[in-house]
Nanobody
Framework: EVQLVESGGGLVQPGGSLRLSCAAS????????IGWFRQVPGKEREAVSG????????YYADSVKGRFTISSDNAKNTVYLQMNSLEPEDTAVYYC?????????????????WGQGTQVTVSS
């Protein structure tokens, strides 16, 4: 059974940091690319960051470049999203997703499996 389980969300003040985790199981982790998306109620889900199968490139949305960092611990089948200098506009449900062929990292249709999401709220 494929599972993607996000954790690490919560309430943080503007300027603060959070680290999200995505624990994966049920598929060959080393062959898949993991990405992070987020969604605010009433808006479309948007790509945040992701590994790709294209020359080892990593995708970052312009809105998070320089603030967010994606990393992977293959021994633990876990991908992390370190989020620094958080802003109220980062408030959303964050989802991780896994794809067997991810050329760009920012298109939803590239991903085969999705987690249930974790809420991140940035507020004073």
């Amino acid at each position: 059974e494929v599972q993607l389980v996000e954790s690490g969300g919560g309430l943080v003040q503007p300027g603060g940091s959070l680290r999200l985790s995505c624990a994966a199981s049920g598929f060959p982790f080393d062959d898949f690319a993991i990405g992070w998306f987020r969604q605010v109620p009433g808006k479309e889900r948007e790509a945040v960051s992701g590994f790709t199968h294209t020359d080892g490139r990593i995708y970052y949305a312009d809105s998070v470049k320089g603030r967010f960092t994606i990393s992977s611990d293959n021994a633990k089948n876990t991908v992390y999203l370190q989020m620094n200098s958080l802003e109220p506009e980062d408030t959303a449900v964050y989802y991780c997703a896994a794809g067997g062929w991810v050329p760009t990292g920012y298109r939803e249709w590239e991903y085969d499996y999705w987690g249930q999401g974790t809420q991140v709220t940035v507020s004073s």
